[in-house]
Each structure stands twice: as structure tokens, then as C-alpha cells.
């Protein structure tokens, strides 16, 4: 009986230094894929192909399967990809937005192409209470709606939901919203800048509706980017629902260190 306890207990000991190796090794592949990306999106690799496994283990320091498994995760995100007597390869691009300045998309977007919006819907709704609350007008007062699909070359990239009080949407809503961001329709409209925006940044599960839109897998993550946004004298007059593919899409901003 003792010596069935010790097999059990060597039996036990072996299984869990598996295990802990495996989960090592996942956390390595992860910290690779890592770096890997930020090569990827930084166009580290010019040509577009990916150096080979043993080149990357080498540069890195990481064992064949750790190497293996972190490209398994860029596959998985859709970055690269595996073609039979090329190597690994880049297949998709991921375009910068940043947080530090309040510009619309097109103007964010302007050097890496045109930006064009399908406008779904526009006309007058009832504000809901949020709506009303952070538009600052009265429960049930109608503003404009817009909801917009918007593209970069052709590609979906964003799905926008768009509130704006109803004395500076009407004039919107015979404006060319396809091809012009709203932010400069407003400062045309209001002949005062935009001065600030609240934003929320957060990572939700695509809905069936915004997926088919977006032409993404239902399901699947996007960012989901809420902003508020005021005229120079502090009016709000833009409150955004932006959903982004979550795969063509990267944010980026400077932060400065303030005690």
C-alpha cells in the first residue's frame, strides 16, 4: 500500500509539471505574439513576410512550439498566415486612430485613404432619457439620428451611432453626410469650433445586427468607442455610439504623467 501511494503521488507530481509547462509555455507564446504584433502593425516587416520559425526562436530566445504557438494566436486574429512554400505572411492591416486630438474620421484616416459613409438612417427620434441627459435637452425632445456605416477603401470599418440636438440637425439633414464628417458640418453650421469630447473606449461582443453590418463574424469583439462631444463654448452637440471592427482598427494617444 505504501508503494501504491508513492506511484500515485509520483504519478500526481509528473502530471502537474506537465501541466505547469504547458501553461508556461502558453504565457511565453502569448508575450511572443505579443511582440510579434506590435512588429506587425509597426511594419516591421516590410516585405510582408515573417521571418522563419527558427529565426524568430533565435531572435527571441524561444523554443519551436513557443514560436508555433504565438504565430497560431496572430493566425487566429486574422494578422497572418500560412502559404505553402512562402513562409508566414501578413494578410491584414490595421489602421491608427488616435486619442489624443478630436478630429472625425476622415480627417484621422486621410493618409491611408478615402473614407466614405453609407448613411442607413437619418431623421428626427425622440431623445431618450441617456440621450437627453448628456445632450442637455428635455426628456423626449426630438434630436436627429443618423446611423452610418463607414468604409476605408471600400472595407466596413465602423458602424456609427450619431444623436445631435434637433435646432443644428435639421440644417444636417441636407447636408452631404456620405462624404463629409459631421464634426466639420457642425463647426459650418455653428461657425464656432469643436473644444472638447468625453470618450469610453471598451471591448464588446459584435450584436447580430452591427456583425452583418460590418460584415464581421457574429460575436466577435469590437471596440466600442462612446464620445461626447462639445462646441468651444462647451455645448454638448454630438453624442457618438461607434462600434469598430476590431481588426482593422488600433488606438493610439500620448499620456503625460500629472500628479
Known amino acids: ?34 511582440l510579434l504584433r506590435h512588429q506587425v502593425l509597426a511594419g516591421g ?20 512550439n513557443t514560436v508555433r504557438q504565438a504565430l497560431d494566436l496572430l493566425r487566429a486574429e486574422g494578422l497572418v498566415e500560412r502559404q505553402p512554400g512562402v513562409g508566414t505572411v501578413v494578410v491584414a492591416e490595421k489602421y491608427p486612430h488616435g486619442l489624443d486630438r478630436l478630429m472625425g474620421l476622415a480627417e484621422t484616416l486621410r493618409e491611408h485613404g478615402r473614407v466614405s459613409n453609407e448613411v442607413r438612417t437619418a431623421g428626427p427620434v425622440a431623445a431618450p432619457a441617456p440621450v437627453a441627459e448628456r445632450l442637455r435637452v428635455p426628456v423626449g425632445a426630438d434630436v436627429l439620428y443618423i446611423e452610418r456605416l463607414r468604409r476605408l477603401n471600400g472595407l466596413p470599418l465602423s458602424l456609427d451611432l450619431t444623436y445631435i440636438p434637433l435646432d443644428l440637425g435639421t440644417a444636417l439633414l441636407g447636408a452631404d453626410l456620405e462624404n463629409t464628417d459631421v464634426f466639420r458640418l457642425l463647426e ?36 466600442m468607442l462612446e464620445r461626447l462631444t462639445h462646441l468651444a463654448d462647451g455645448r454638448p452637440v454630438d453624442l457618438e455610439f461607434i462600434r469598430f471592427r476590431g481588426d482593422r482598427i488600433t488606438m493610439s494617444g500620448l499620456l503625460r504623467r500629472s500628479l
Open 188 to 223: 459650418g453650421i455653428t461657425g464656432q469650433p469643436l473644444g472638447h469630447a468625453e470618450i469610453t473606449l471598451e471591448a464588446v461582443n459584435a450584436d447580430a445586427h452591427s456583425a452583418t453590418v460590418l460584415q464581421a463574424p457574429r460575436g466577435s469583439a469590437v471596440l
Open 45 to 64: 516587416f516590410p516585405h510582408g513576410t515573417l521571418p522563419h520559425e527558427a529565426a524568430i526562436g533565435a531572435d527571441y530566445r524561444a523554443s519551436r
Open 1 to 34: 500500500m505504501p508503494s501504491e501511494r508513492i506511484r500515485d503521488h509520483a504519478g500526481q507530481g509528473a502530471t502537474t509539471v506537465a501541466a505547469r509547462r504547458r501553461r508556461l509555455r502558453a504565457d511565453r507564446a502569448r508575450q511572443l505574439a505579443d
